[in-house]
DNA sequence: CCGTTGCGTTAGTCGAACTAACGATGTACA
DNA sequence: TGTACATCGTTAGTTCGACTAACGCAACGG
């Protein structure tokens, strides 16, 4: 019965306070972290009108060589769907190169160009600063140690639990 | 055998291993996990047939108790124009009640039902395993600090930060 | 030789976040 | 008092990223 009195006064506290169970669940603190992060990583590359997936695929391409697409879907976890798209897109400014594989007809080999590294510098730069920016409250050595944690946490779910690819 | 010196060979590591740089950014980290933890959840619920916004209006109900539409909007993130939709099925569940505000008639009032506290706390419950297995290879304290910086992060983030309700 | 597997590609689905606009109502104040 | 402006619930629609389905082609294995 709410026929008392006052049935219908909200605390003023209530209107913007994120109720507590809420506020300390990790998978909500994940999300909203995840959201910001995420935010402020594609407005940081566009205006350098770049995208997370270029640098990711170009940071594959520099760290461990030339590979076909497939092989850089899997390396940056970018869905071979979508990889023709980003290539293209990566060709089409002459940051790498797309040439058939001489070895395997099926395949295209995917190498980086001089222009491509240029870019990638500039891009590492970039995301130091905005890493900067997203971690700020915490000390330097808590940083470390929130992405050790992370990293745990990231290795374990992705042995253990590889779905099917 | 590659006949051309060099030119196509991929070492065998470089087919699955992602690049350092990469792994390392705590943004990706950030997004890889939240995407895992979404996964967790939301299948989670799925299987008692709720929702990730569900858990968030009910318990925001029983703790800030009852409040307009726009008050829950505000107080779980959720946009008002979704909020619509989810009410819908939880009163159409039962869970909670839709009346009008005598004090201002463009207003609801939700209030959460009996009912609704029980499905909470089975809710509740329900994410606590979740989050177990999400944080497994953590020790208890490890835990903790996890969603200490976690939180500290966020916080920083959501009351600096505040682009334009 | 043939069934299976991997490749690049196109097209399209799905769900979540977000915007735009609306009618009805409430508030402030000249 | 009137009138400009803000807020509420709601509908509709956009955007974008993750993901599926299916294809034709080439390579591999028995």
Known sequence: MTSTPGAVDMPEDGELKTPDRLRRRASRLLSHMSAKSDRLVT????????????????????????????????????????????????AGR????????????????????????????????????LHDELLAPLLPAERDQFVRLLTRLLDHHTHQARPAP
């Open 94 to 129: 002459g940051l790498v190169e797309r040439a058939p594989d001489p070895g395997d007809r099926r395949r295209n080999v995917i190498t980086i160009t001089a222009q491509g590294r240029r870019l990638l510098r500039r891009l590492d730069k970039i995301l130091d600063d």
């Open 43 to 90: 407005e940081g590359l566009a205006r350098v009108d770049a995208h997370r997936w270029h640098y990711a695929v170009l940071a594959s391409l520099e760290e461990y060589g030339p590979g076909s697409q497939a092989t850089l879907s899997r390396r940056t976890g970018i869905y071979r769907s979508d990889m023709v798209g980003v290539l293209n897109e990566l």
